[in-house]
């Protein structure tokens, strides 16, 4: 479903990512894992194609990614990739229903339906009191999960998560984990997490180490 394969990235002499190669299954959630400056973001703003390798390829859904210009790999991203930041991303001036409703506006999905979707998401994810409040008039938890929502209103290959429940407290952490199995259950949903959260990356179906810009080991976690 997604494959990285001789990923290189480099800032200046600064090698981030030295030859990383990676294999993502439909349905999988992954953690990557790693000290800070060990190349995890890097390798996830690559593999959500907001940044370029200096070589290697990444595929989604058997898509090459590097054969698309910068039109085509737009419109991709819009319709395959949802992102999950840690501290959302939501725009201040729009209801949380606006913003789930955003990228599928971007997509050029009529109104009528992408308001619809973005109803139906809401309501999935238990905030469908909250529809119309902003987002200075939401708690931390409501907050990420909104930006669960707007991930989801594509119906993406993919959802990349960076740090997603960094800025949570126990309550608000678990209950996002919780909800991104639940989501995997229900919606057959992907998963690929950059996480410093010991928990979280110890329920995944896998925990990618990297360090230094390689990929110490990449198997099953044994519970």
Same mark, same amino acid.
């Given at each position: 479903m997604i494959a990285v394969e001789g990923i290189t990235k480099s800032f200046g002499s600064l090698k981030v990512l030295k030859g990383i190669d990676l294999?993502?299954?439909k349905g999988e959630i992954i953690s990557i894992v790693g000290a800070s400056g060990a190349g995890k973001t890097t390798l996830l703003q690559i593999m959500g194609t907001l940044d370029k390798a200096d070589s290697g390829t990444v595929y989604i859904n058997n898509e090459n990614l590097s054969r698309l210009n910068d039109s085509r790999l737009?419109?991709?991203?819009?319709?395959? &990739? +949802?992102? %999950?930041?840690?501290?959302?991303?939501?725009?201040?001036?729009?209801?949380? !229903?606006?913003?789930?409703?955003?990228?599928?506006? &971007? +997509?050029? %999905?009529?109104?009528?339906?992408?308001?619809?979707?973005?109803?139906?998401? !809401?309501?999935?994810?238990?905030?469908?009191?909250?529809t119309e409040h902003k987002p200075n008039e939401l708690s931390g938890g409501e907050k990420q999960r909104v930006a669960v929502a707007r991930a989801l209103i594509n119906d993406p290959a993919v959802i990349l998560a960076d740090e997603p429940s960094g800025s949570l407290d126990t309550e608000n952490k678990d209950e996002l984990h919780q909800l991104f199995f639940k989501l995997r259950d229900t919606l057959g949903q992907t998963f690929v997490i950059v996480t410093h959260d010991e928990h979280l990356a110890s329920i995944t179906d896998r925990t990618i180490h990297m360090k230094d810009g390689i990929i110490l080991e990449n198997q099953p976690v044994i519970l």
């Open positions: 294999r993502v299954e737009s419109d991709f991203r819009n319709k395959n &990739i +949802g992102f %999950v930041f840690q501290f959302h991303q939501l725009l201040p001036e729009f209801t949380a !229903l606006e913003n789930v409703m955003i990228p599928a506006l &971007i +997509g050029k %999905v009529k109104e009528s339906q992408a308001k619809a979707k973005a109803k139906e998401l !809401l309501d999935m994810l238990g905030l469908s009191s909250r």
